[in-house]
């Protein structure tokens, strides 16, 4: 047990001294590359093979989910027909750690008599990649943490704190914010948070709780009833909203000794809490919880009722 905490503990310490040489590099090749990407017309294309592919692949992921459209393309690939996929706005990053894989012996000319802008990662300062580069981001190290120096550890790390930092420059640099971030992750709970508006949560049609002002509490029973959102809204004949009974309005009245057949309209709330259909689902959600309600009817720009939202629908939506 001791042993292996040791190995472990070695590791983490040695990947770690070579990663804190690497902001110390970063200049004019990192400002550079940071550029290229930024005025590029086309996509971002990163190839690398083995770990440097693996390690690739992430890369392409945080530069397309970030704001900068990118793919991965292998290179033993590349060399059999995905070249085609590069077109002339592109930018290419392409990883070795040697800077000699000699897939990319192959694939450097083509890129070149294309006007294909190379972005290096690379700790051979000296190899063809670096020297047949735009940009060369240096991601050299001392020892890996391997203690046979055979399988990539601290070189794979630098690779992937490389890519990031030249993603989230990039990002930065975009001036990117967190909606733009959500509409490439439409489907995660940021963009359940920042995409979805209260239209596209509320209820509508016939599960709208709705009764006429000249209806009765025992209407607005039934209608709370059939619902099941916890309210019902009181509409006049313009269909804008005179008031609004809940659940707990029910409870109340009955326990004062009121009665089913009392009118309406002379024990809702007026003109009661109501949510625009334009706010965003998240903004809804705040309101619930600052008003300590769990249901409000929807209105549109004129004021007429829409829809209806209770907090289960906005949890169902994936916003909490």
């Known amino acids: 047990m001791n042993k292996l905490l040791q190995y472990g503990r070695e590791l983490l310490k040695l990947e770690l001294q070579e990663a804190q040489k690497l902001p110390d590099r970063l200049g004019k090749d990192f400002v550079e590359a940071c550029q290229l990407i930024l005025s590029n017309k086309g996509k971002v294309v990163v190839s690398g093979i083995g770990k440097s592919g693996h390690i690739g692949k992430k ?67 000296d190899s063809p990649l670096a020297k047949s580069a735009r940009a060369v981001l240096d991601i050299s190290i001392e020892q890996e943490a391997c203690p046979m120096g055979l399988a990539p550890t601290s070189s794979s790390t630098n690779t992937l704190l490389m890519g990031d930092a030249l993603a989230i420059a990039v990002m930065r640099a975009r001036g990117f914010k967190e909606e733009d971030f959500a509409r490439s992750h439409p489907a995660g709970s940021l963009g359940a948070k920042l995409l979805n508006h209260v239209k596209d949560v509320m209820r509508q ?53 009121g009665t ?61």
């Open 205 to 257: 049609g016939d599960l709208v709780p709705k009764i006429p002002h000249t209806a009765t509490v025992f209407d607005a029973m039934l209608e709370l009833s059939r619902t099941g959102v916890g309210l019902v809204a009181i509409c006049q004949d313009n269909n804008k909203i005179a008031g609004v009974f809940t659940d707990g309005d029910l409870r109340r009245l009955l326990l004062k000794n």
């Open 59 to 125: 890369i392409a992921a945080s530069l397309a989910s970030t704001g900068s459209p990118a793919f991965f393309m292998h290179p033993s690939e590349a060399l059999h027909g995905d070249l085609g996929m590069i077109t002339k706005n592109d930018v290419a990053i392409l990883i070795s750690y040697s800077g000699r894989a000699k897939e990319f012996n192959f694939i450097l000319p083509i890129l070149s008599a294309m006007n294909v802008p190379v972005i290096a990662i690379t700790g051979g300062l």
């Open 260 to 320: 089913l057949q009392d009118s309406i309209s002379s024990v809702m709330t007026s003109p009661g809490f109501q949510i625009p259909e334009s706010w965003k689902a998240v903004e809804a959600l705040k309101s619930f919880n600052d008003h300590n309600i769990t249901a409000a009817p929807v209105v549109n720009s004129a004021g007429e009722l829409v829809g209806a939202l209770n907090i289960h629908d906005l949890h169902q939506a994936g916003i909490s």
